[in-house]
């Protein structure tokens, strides 16, 4: 699989589609090999059917602005680069409203797998990524 991107634009954002109990939410991650964990919008995992406040399991993340703790769930899907994860852990976490990013797409996601990333001179970069 592989999606193009303009490398002049900053950040690699990979659309990506997450299933809840009530619907399901196209959103745009950033693709980021920083982030051990993927991490999703409280407010469009609640909006998808998905309860944060009750995740059994709370864990210790370490952002730009400090260290805090999030819930983890799992969602039923995750469909992101041509690949589909059932039953995946998320981390919900409130972003700002001028993130214009709904999440990350950790490496949680790519892990055993061949991730190359092609930013070169032209407009045009890509990401191919081929799962096992």
């Known amino acids: 699989m592989t999606e193009s991107f303009n490398p002049h634009q900053g950040l690699i954002i990979v659309r990506t589609e997450v299933y809840g109990p009530s619907g399901v939410a196209v959103l745009r991650l950033a693709l980021d090999t920083g982030a051990s ?8 995992l ?6 944060p406040s009750l995740a059994p399991d709370r864990v210790q993340v370490t952002t730009g602005s400090g260290v805090e703790y999030v819930p983890r769930l799992e969602v039923s899907r995750l469909k992101a680069l041509g690949q589909e994860r059932t039953n995946f852990p998320v981390l919900g976490h409130t972003l700002p409203p001028s993130a214009s990013i ?6 949680d996601f790519v892990r055993g797998q061949v991730l190359s990333i092609d930013i070169g001179l032209t407009s045009t970069a890509q990401v191919s990524y081929r799962g096992s």
């Open 46 to 51: 609640s909006a998808i059917g998905y309860d």
């Open 102 to 107: 709904d999440g990350l797409l950790g490496l």
């Open 37 to 44: 964990g993927t991490m999703v919008n409280v407010g469009l």
